[in-house]
């Protein structure tokens, strides 16, 4: 069983400020999603990391995949209430298609 | 597009009942996935049907679950009997490429 870890479970910050979100395992992924999912609806993806050591950025949130490809990290700069959920890392192991998915972190952006 | 259609939006029983859930994955996607998300154990696959075919039903829980696809554009997943440790949201998602899933709504379970 590939377990993935996020740190911290969650995170209560004020618009403005920068935050990192962490996802850890001791198994190596071919490739590694982050989901944001609000309350009510389903997850929404926002990348998918397939190089290690690879950086995406979207908009105010760097993604970093890390280069043995245990890990990611993901960083928000300047929070705004609108950034407010859950965000889930999942991982893909090599020959298989379905996803592993950690338990997430739960960010609150207030005004 | 409509993305995925998941009904109903919440389900309320009593133990024992039979409970089903209804998907209509985004048409033109050829995988499906079923997955139940709650507090303690977070979002858990329960089974993965690709071109209509079961491939992954390591995680469905128990007998008393059983999911179907009788064609590309509808999926069920039945709970009989259902029992409260059932309650959780479950979700249907659906997938055309090699990566990305499109979730669906959920489903929000209360069994009684």
């Known amino acids: 069983t590939q377990l993935l870890e996020q740190s911290p479970q969650f995170l209560s910050i004020q618009e403005g400020e920068n935050l990192t979100v962490y996802c850890n395992s001791s198994?190596?992924?071919?490739?590694l999603q982050w989901y944001r999912q609000e309350p009510g609806e389903g997850p929404v993806l926002l990348v998918t990391?397939?190089?290690?050591?690879e950086v995406k950025k979207l908009k105010r949130l760097t993604f970093q995949f890390g280069d043995a490809r245990k890990d990611s990290s993901l960083h928000i700069t300047a929070a705004q209430p609108g950034d407010t959920g859950l965000y889930l890392c999942?991982?893909?192991?090599?020959?298989?298609?379905?996803?592993?998915f950690g338990k997430g972190t739960m960010l609150l952006v207030s005004p | 597009d409509a993305g995925v259609i998941q009904s109903p939006r919440h389900e309320v029983t009593e133990m024992g009942q039979e409970v089903t859930l209804r998907c209509k994955p985004i048409?033109?996607?050829?995988?499906l996935f079923w997955y139940r998300q709650t507090m303690m154990r977070g979002l858990e696959l329960l089974i993965y049907?690709?071109?209509?075919?079961?491939?992954?039903d390591s995680g469905m829980p128990e007998d008393r679950f059983s999911a179907k696809m009788p064609n590309a554009s509808f999926s069920t997943l039945k709970i009989q009997p259902s029992e409260p440790r059932d309650s959780a949201v479950y979700f249907c998602?659906?997938?055309?490429?090699?990566?990305?899933?499109?979730f669906g709504p959920g489903t929000r379970l209360t069994v009684t």
């Open positions: 998602a659906s997938r055309s490429g090699q990566f990305e899933q499109y």
């Open positions: 198994s190596v992924f071919s490739s």
């Open positions: 999942a991982g893909s192991v090599e020959g298989y298609s379905t996803l592993t």
């Open positions: 990391v397939v190089t290690g050591g």
């Open positions: 049907f690709n071109n209509n075919v079961p491939i992954d």
């Open positions: 048409s033109g996607h050829n995988s």
